[in-house]
């Protein structure tokens, strides 16, 4: 982790194996929407045998391909506590696909392996027979205001939520968590989960800001984020919207 006194500390999980898609990118994001701010990111980078810190105030694990998967379960189950930890104290954390399935209580591979979660979020998944491809358009609602998310997804698990936590949004476009209950992604207070690739955040700096606001917030900096120009951000969310409309 660099040195200083960072605004926000972000611990990312398992880059080398869980950055498909360009995952990556979404930590750039977070960088560079602080940056333009006059605030700063702290990265540390947490891979297979490493320890997790309690420390940190934003926690992000990414999508992978199955066998990276696998061995990503198997090691996050050991040492999770910290994490659990400070997600418990209220530390953001967010996961995409492969790690938002990590995030919930299991996932029962194709081949009938089952991977342990660690039950950041009350959900269970089950890889279906095709994936669930596409252009994805949602509404969102998160600190009382509504807005349209857009990303790609591209997965075969068929993920459903329990009663501890609800959807991020509500389908307009896309075949979201399992294909039929119309609702992708899970929230459980500043823990989120969803499917959508592409990396999602460029796409959607509302998303972006509203975690980094929880992560402010935790970190004891509580700051209303001055609104940003985001021309390119909002041309290429327009663009993703349209793509939808026009596959479906």
């Known amino acids: 982790m660099s040195a200083g006194n960072p605004s926000v500390k972000l611990c990312h999980l398992y880059p080398d194996h869980m950055n498909i898609y360009a995952d990556r990118g979404n930590i750039a994001v977070f960088r560079r929407r602080l940056e333009w701010r006059g605030l700063s990111l702290a990265v540390a980078e947490v891979g297979l ?22 061995l990503v379960a198997e090691d996050l189950a ?60 949602l509404e969102v609602t998160l600190n009382g205001l509504t807005r349209t998310v857009v990303g790609y997804e591209n997965h075969a698990g068929r993920t459903h939520l329990g009663g501890g936590c609800t959807p991020l949004g509500r389908l307009r476009r896309g075949h979201g968590n399992n294909g039929d209950d119309r609702c992708e992604g899970a929230v459980a207070g500043r823990r989120v989960g969803t499917y959508l690739h592409g990396p999602l955040l460029p796409k959607n700096p509302w998303l972006a800001d509203i975690l980094l606001g929880w992560a402010l917030d935790y970190a004891g900096r509580p700051v209303e984020l001055e609104p940003l120009e985001d021309d390119l951000e909002k041309s290429a969310h327009a663009v993703a919207a349209t793509r939808a409309g026009k596959r479906r």
Not at 52 to 69: E, F, K, P, V
Not at 89 to 104: F, I, R
């Open 78 to 137: 050991q040492k999770a506590d910290p994490l659990l930890e400070a997600a418990r104290d209220g530390a953001v954390v967010l996961g995409v696909c492969g790690g938002y399935q990590l995030l919930g209580h299991s996932y029962m591979a194709a081949d009938g392996r089952p991977m342990p979660g660690i039950g950041l979020l009350d959900v269970e998944t089950t890889a279906g027979a095709s994936r669930l491809i596409g252009d994805v358009v």
């Open 49 to 70: 045998g490493d320890p997790i810190g309690a420390d940190c105030h934003l926690y992000y694990l990414g999508g992978g391909q199955d066998r990276d998967q696998i």
